[in-house]
Nanobody
């Protein structure tokens, strides 16, 4: 079992930045690849980014490539999502999740989930 708790969401103006954190507890954090998803109102939950067990490999959705950066600190059992150049369409609840490989982009492939943190980008 892995417990995940996100933090760092909030309200930001378009063009601004936020850094989300996801703290893990329970089973060995470094055994899992980690991902970030988001869900806007009335929309499906969508993949944002993922990172491998060691942090050496990452993968991004086209919509955030070049603006968002995923990273992890296995000693702190934390994964981060640095979000720059935010746009109103980035507004969503952001979730972190754990999986066996960073190549997974479907929510069904992720085993453990956090409760989410709200990100609101005003225009």
């Amino acid at each position: 079992q892995v417990q995940l708790v996100e933090s760092g969401g909030g309200l930001v103006q378009a063009g601004g930045s936020l850094r989300l954190s996801c703290a893990a507890s329970g089973r060995t954090f470094s055994n899992y690849a980690m991902g970030w998803f988001r869900q806007a109102p009335a929309k499906e939950r969508e993949f944002v980014a993922s990172i491998s067990l060691s942090g050496s490999n990452t993968y991004y959705a086209d919509s955030v490539k070049g603006r968002f950066t995923i990273s992890r600190d296995n000693a702190k059992k934390t994964v981060y999502l640095q979000m720059n150049s935010l746009r109103p369409d980035d507004t969503a609840v952001y979730y972190c999740a754990a999986a066996w490989t960073y190549r997974y982009t479907s929510r069904e492939q992720y085993e453990y989930w956090g409760q989410g943190t709200q990100v609101t980008v005003s225009s």
